[in-house]
């Protein structure tokens, strides 16, 4: 989702720009030779890439689609969801609707007196599918009944929750989306109860007749997992008990367990069949308030690294990043939580520690509702963006490939201690404390020759043990404050990592890196993996990257445990008429800009590039395309000219990269455009790949305040204006696309 606080910068590292590591190989005469003969990595070539799959996962092989069978769609304006000729959707289920009985159906006035704990979540993003046997096991084969957990991210639509729009202080009409004062004044309890649970995740048990599939209204499948749900505390062995004395609040003065999840953006599917749900920018919602103590300058470094308000405000200051829950008077601390000041004795009377909880993978069993969610500290903490998992390999270690979403940060990869046994298909929890508490983390650095490595972060590293920065206290520090290792040992920073995918066909992973502003790439501010800088042509929506690409990457021999990689830009974002920042090629039919969701389906082999898009919304909305993917080295060197305009001086340079073979409008089309205001995010298909889900997100979004007029001017009015529930204020929602005839979607 492309709010403000993605634009933050949080890494002050001088960490070394690849135009210098670039300019170093060209010096050096055989650097040189290889950077112009291309790649140069015969090591890692394809053959012998393919693992071969655990034997319950390979019931059915990937497709691998040649080109694209609809017609690409052109831009729009248009308050609907649009699809191409001889393709139709339903809505599943939008923001509000009931999971049970005991709620109404939703007024979309506001009017609700429940506190949104038993209804779908808002801003629909990550999810996936989970087929459900005859014993209620899971099963990778479609058995006709299934469950689909949906992840919701953010609250910026949630003045329209409430009948006028968010109250404080007994004044209605306000609109804090994500940027709110600290200092609001005390809020309503209803009003807050709505905004925490709307965030976290919905499971919903989905029943098909005929083609069409719906869900199950009081199944017993069906459950929220929200910001207060307690969730179990895991890591490896060895540091658990570090890990959890960090972890040490009010709630629970052991450390062992905290409550809930936040802003839960992307997302991952384990081979053992859960869910792994990703915190993104959790960051924004905590603060302290004026004249609080200040905290020990360690604490502070890490608040400050993450995002988190740490000011110690002098009286009558304000401060962003807040919705003023921790106004509401409670005796269970589910308000107070939110207050950060170190109000007690020590971290076992307040909640000091409550931001070490959250910036997680948080795993949940869907088929399981008895089951605890468990945070997986092990695979790191920062601005979760997808956990994507490589193609598993019977008898060898999983990895699992991570985004950071914020401007200037890493890619991540967390490789499992465990080997990989299909026989633990099915296995719930208990698999995922054998996979993913024990493992290493590392860091993407990529290098300037195509060629890249992975960093492990560990306190063994004198890079981090020796940080002059942050003084890392032992391995737990270094997990619960992953972003700063990654400074510690110089990995890349990226242009907004989102999410990650697998190409099933070949075990390339796939990275959508958004966009970056001006502040952060000018042409002397470049390396070879995020290579250009300029304006955006129409001068109207930013400059630096704001169109953003798309990543790729091949492990060395496709082992999960390679220490390095080849890589190239699969494809870049630009307007059509974006000159020379537009390096793909893309025509009006297919052009696109800040690539966000990613993911592959399994029965096409289409790679779906979903966008959240600020830079060109003045002449399209957001959209689905679909992509004939290549592999990595089907294209070759180029050299990026950039050029941009810093504080009104022309600035120019040069970048030589490497990118992928040109997707031409038979491997690159326009599939769906979505209402105004809103973001694409969200995907996944049924077994034979006749059915793709797909999450429309805050529609609307740009609504503001309560107008003097008494009411809301609505930006859109989706998804009752093309008739699902109540009209009027929009609403996110899971959409159902099929093909007419019955076929295969996409091909």
């Given at each position: 989702m492309a709010i403000a606080f993605d634009d933050d910068n949080c890494n002050p590292t001088n960490n070394e720009h690849f135009q210098q590591v670039l300019d170093k190989s060209l010096a050096n005469p055989a650097r040189r030779r290889l950077i112009r003969g291309g790649f140069g990595l015969a090591a890692l070539s394809v053959t012998g890439m393919l693992p071969t799959l655990a034997h319950a996962n390979t019931a059915s092989a990937p497709g691998k689609a040649s080109a694209l069978g609809f017609a690409s769609l052109d831009k729009g304006l248009l308050d609907q969801v649009i699809l191409p000729?001889?393709?139709?959707?339903?809505?599943?289920?939008?923001?509000?609707?009931?999971?049970?009985?005991?709620?109404?159906?939703?007024?979309?006035?506001?009017t609700e007196t429940d506190d949104w704990s038993e209804r779908i979540g808002d801003q629909h993003d990550g999810m996936d599918l989970y087929y459900v046997d005859s014993a209620g096991k899971y099963s990778n084969r479609d058995t006709g009944r299934a469950v689909l957990s949906v992840n919701h991210e953010s609250s910026a639509e949630s003045h329209l929750l409430h009948p006028r729009g968010q109250t404080s202080n007994g004044v209605t009409g306000r609109k804090f989306s994500q940027f709110g004062d600290w200092d609001l004044g005390s809020r309503p309890e209803l009003e807050v109860l709505k905004?925490?649970?709307?965030?976290?995740?919905?499971?919903?048990?989905?029943?098909?007749?005929?083609?069409?599939?719906?869900?199950?209204?009081?199944?017993a499948l069906n459950r929220r997992i929200t910001p207060q749900t307690p969730a179990r505390i895991t890591g490896p062995a060895a540091q658990l008990d570090d890990i959890r004395a960090m972890m040490v609040t009010r709630f629970d003065p052991s450390g062992a367990t905290s409550r809930g999840t936040l802003n839960n953006c992307g997302h991952g599917k384990t081979p053992w069949g859960t869910y792994l749900t990703c915190e993104e920018n959790w960051s924004q919602y905590f603060g302290m308030p004026a004249g609080a103590n200040p905290?020990?300058?360690?604490?502070?470094?890490?608040?400050?690294?993450?995002?988190?308000?740490?000011?110690?405000?002098?009286?009558?200051?304000?401060?962003?990043?807040?919705?003023?829950?921790?106004?509401?008077?409670?005796?269970?601390?589910?308000?107070?939580?939110?207050?950060?000041?170190?109000?007690?004795?020590?971290?076992?009377?307040?909640f000091r520690n409550e931001p070490n909880t959250f910036g997680y993978n948080l795993e949940i069993d869907p088929l399981n509702p008895g089951s605890v969610p468990a945070k997986r500290v092990g695979m790191g903490r920062f601005a979760h963006e997808a956990a994507v998992c490589g193609l598993p390999k019977e008898g060898a270690p999983l990895a699992f490939y991570m985004g950071c979403d914020s401007r200037n940060e890493y890619i991540y990869k967390f490789v499992s201690t465990a080997l990989w046994s299909g026989a633990?298909?099915?296995?719930?929890?208990?698999?995922?404390?054998?996979?993913?508490?024990?493992?290493?983390?590392?860091?993407?650095?990529?290098?300037?020759?195509?060629?890249?490595?992975?960093?492990?972060?560990?306190?063994n590293d004198p890079k981090i043990s020796g940080y002059g920065a942050y003084r890392f206290a032992n391995q737990a520090d270094v997990l619960v404050n992953a972003r700063l290792a990654a400074d510690a040992v110089g990995a890349t920073r990226m242009d907004r990592p989102e999410w990650g995918a697998v190409n099933h066909n070949n075990g390339e992973i796939y990275?959508?890196?958004?966009?970056?502003?001006?502040?952060?790439?000018?042409?002397?501010?470049v390396d070879a993996a995020n290579p250009r800088a300029y304006n955006d042509?129409?001068?109207?929506?930013?400059?630096?990257?704001?169109?953003?690409?798309?990543?790729?990457?091949?492990?060395?021999?496709?082992?999960?445990?390679?220490?390095?990689?080849?890589?190239?830009?699969?494809?870049?974002?630009?307007?059509?008429?974006?000159?020379?920042?537009?390096?793909s090629g893309l025509s009006a039919k297919n052009d696109f800009s800040s690539p966000d969701g990613l993911w592959f389906s399994r029965a096409s082999g289409i790679c779906w590039i979903q966008t959240d898009?600020?830079?060109?919304?003045?002449?399209?909305?957001?959209?689905?395309?679909?992509?004939?993917?290549?592999?990595?080295?089907?294209g070759g060197r180029i050299t990026v000219k950039n050029s941009l305009t810093v504080n009104g001086a022309t600035v120019t340079g040069s970048q030589d990269t490497f990118i992928g073979a040109t997707l031409g409008d038979a491997k690159l089309r326009r599939f769906l455009l979505a209402p105004k205001g809103a973001e694409v995010t969200g995907i996944t298909e049924t077994e034979d790949g006749k059915t793709l889900f797909v999450n429309i997100q805050h529609p609307g979004e740009d609504t503001?305040?309560?107008?003097?007029?008494?009411?809301?001017?609505?930006?859109?009015?989706?998804?009752?204006?093309?008739g699902y529930g109540p009209a009027g204020r929009p609403r996110s929602a899971t959409l159902v696309i099929t093909r007419d005839d019955g076929g295969v979607i996409g091909v």
């Open positions: 000729p001889g393709y139709s959707f339903t809505v599943l289920h939008a923001g509000g609707d009931p999971i049970n009985t005991r709620v109404t159906s939703l007024s979309n006035q506001g905004e925490i649970n709307l965030h976290g995740v919905s499971i919903v048990e989905l029943v098909k007749s005929g083609k069409q599939w719906t869900y199950k209204v009081d199944s905290l020990d300058s360690k604490t502070t470094s890490s608040r400050k690294r993450y995002g988190v308000v740490d000011t110690a405000l002098a009286a009558g200051t304000k401060a962003g990043r807040s919705q003023g829950w921790h106004t509401v008077s409670d005796t269970d601390n589910r308000f107070t939580r939110w207050n950060i000041a170190a109000t007690g004795a020590s971290a076992s009377e307040d633990d298909i099915g296995g719930g929890m208990a698999a995922g404390d054998k996979y993913l508490d024990e493992g290493r983390l590392y860091a993407a650095r990529f290098d300037a020759n195509g060629s890249g490595q992975w960093i492990e972060l560990t306190l990275f959508a890196l958004t966009n970056n502003s001006a502040a952060n790439r000018t042409p002397v501010k042509l129409d001068g109207k929506k930013g400059s630096g990257n704001p169109n953003g690409h798309i990543i790729r990457f091949r492990e060395q021999g496709g082992l999960a445990t390679a220490a390095g990689f080849a890589w190239d830009i699969f494809v870049f974002g630009a307007e059509d008429d974006a000159g020379d920042a537009n390096l898009d600020g830079a060109m919304t003045d002449e399209t909305n957001c959209m689905l395309l679909a992509a004939v993917p290549g592999q990595v080295g089907d503001p305040a309560l107008g003097t007029a008494g009411d809301f001017q609505l930006q859109s009015q989706w998804p009752g204006n093309q």
